[in-house]
């Protein structure tokens, strides 16, 4: 009997088999919730029987989706104060214990949604009696709700049924959805009547202009909220966005066609009124019935003067000196019958040019586009004139002023012939004096 007792006790010693004395593991919550990227205790309770005794903590992980899976070690406190942790969770995982006094807890840090299961404390330790060797809690890590989406499901014309969507992609727990309505002025109001909100879904039944808003959209949970907004614009029908926009570009081509035109047409009348400027009228100036007032006064004195040459010359007798001056006036009438005969050519010109159709044709279109054209053409045509009449002017006084001249010198020197013969011979001036008497 001894023998059998002490193998027993070998087997005890060296299998490693350890049993309770009466002792409890528990886990105070059930549940332990904590916001993502934040640090998280499991506390884990207990109570030796003996401080001599050897204990044994494990921290381990259940999976919530796979119940039977077996459980995966975080960490494992041996006596006397070692713990070990899983390459898993080295840096994030630590125990905080004091075994003596009975508490082994778990923490984790910068948890993340894959660290949302459940949590297994474990004790063994040497003395056999009854009781419960481990304990479980569930540690939950809420996500806050990202920004949701809103979109428009429908087409928001008059008399039409349109959604309005609302969705998280992240939020644990499940985001809540609630929507709520703005006027045009940004002023609150209710949601339609005929509305419907279920799970970030606002229906809105046969709208209208006064559907149209601002709507917002608030996706809550346990951590904090999150907004989006849109705003609805209810349009008559085929009067949406492409449409409108199809009609002002096309009214815009239209406005753009006209000024290329526009630009076009006064270019070529620019161009044609500019040909027609540079064609003129022979010597520069327009053809009218009326002779230049200076040939006229010119045709009036060589009149007078030849009427009163050929008086003289019927009324005074013939002297040989009178040969030279008779030759000096033949010159001067060969002079004026090559005016006169210039002067008639010029003439026959103009009546040419006045009997010719085409020309009084081409000359009325050209007055009718004078009077349509602008300042800075007539500015220019009124320079022009006014130097070619300069010119003209002034061309006019020299050949006035040469003969006037010619006819002063020749006046003067017939005017000393005529006047030698007439005037009594000169006294000498040593006249012997007559005695008075």
């Not at 002490?6 to 919730?33: A, C, D, Q, R, S």
């Not at 920004?147 to 014309?157: F, H, L, M, R």
């Not at 006045?354 to 053409?377: A, G, K």
Request: glycine residues 6%; aromatic residues 8%; contains cysteine.
């Amino acid at each position: 009997m001894a023998l059998i007792m002490g193998i027993f006790g070998i087997y005890l010693l060296f299998g490693g088999l350890y049993v309770t004395l009466g002792m409890n593991v528990e886990i105070p919550n059930k549940e332990y919730k904590v916001a993502r990227g934040d640090n998280v205790t499991v506390p884990c309770t207990f109570k030796v029987p003996a401080a001599d005794l050897s204990v044994i903590v494990t921290w381990s992980t259940l999976d919530l989706d796979a119940p039977d899976d077996p459980s995966k070690t975080i960490l494992t406190y041996f006596n006397p104060s070692k713990v070990t942790v899983t390459k898993a969770y080295k840096g994030r995982a630590s125990l905080v214990h004091d075994i003596p006094k009975g508490f082994a807890n778990l923490q984790l840090s910068r948890v993340t949604s894959a660290d949302t299961r459940n949590y297994e404390c474990k004790v063994q330790v040497e003395a056999e009696e009854d009781g419960s060797l481990s304990d479980t809690a569930k540690v939950i890590v809420l996500v806050a709700p990202s920004p949701p989406d809103c979109k428009v499901v429908g087409v928001a014309e008059f008399g039409q049924n349109i959604n309005l969507t609302c969705f998280s992609h992240e939020g644990t727990p499940k985001p809540i959805y609630k929507w709520q309505s703005h006027n045009v002025n940004n002023i609150p109001r209710p949601n339609p009547p005929k509305a419907t909100d279920q799970n970030g879904v606002l229906s809105l039944y046969n709208v209208s202009q006064d559907t149209s808003g601002f709507y917002i959209c608030t996706s809550t949970n346990e951590i904090r909220s999150a907004k989006c907004n849109l705003t609805l614009a209810v349009m008559p029908p085929s009067m949406n966005i492409a449409s409108t926009a199809g009609i002002i570009g096309g009214i815009v081509a239209v406005i753009v066609l006209l000024g290329i035109i526009v630009f076009c047409c006064r270019r070529c009348r620019r161009k044609e009124k500019a040909e027609e400027y540079a064609m003129g009228s022979p010597e520069g100036g327009e053809f009218t019935d009326k002779e230049p007032e200076g040939k006229a006064e010119d045709h009036e004195e060589h009149v007078s003067y030849e009427e009163e040459r050929r008086v003289k010359s019927a009324v005074k007798p013939q002297d040989p000196r009178d040969d030279r001056s008779e030759r000096s006036y033949g010159r001067r009438s060969d002079y004026d019958d090559r005016k006169d005969e210039y002067s008639y050519r010029q003439d026959d010109r103009r009546e040419r040019y006045d009997r010719d159709d085409h020309y009084d044709d081409r000359r009325d279109r050209y007055d009718d586009r004078r009077d349509r054209s602008n300042d800075h053409y007539d500015d220019r045509r009124d320079r022009s004139d006014d130097r070619y009449d300069d010119r003209r002017d002034r061309s006019d006084d020299r050949y006035a002023d040469r003969q006037d001249h010619n006819d002063d010198r020749n006046s003067e020197r017939y005017s000393d012939r005529y006047d030698s013969r007439d005037r009594p011979p000169s006294i000498p001036l040593n006249k012997p004096k007559v005695p008075r008497s």
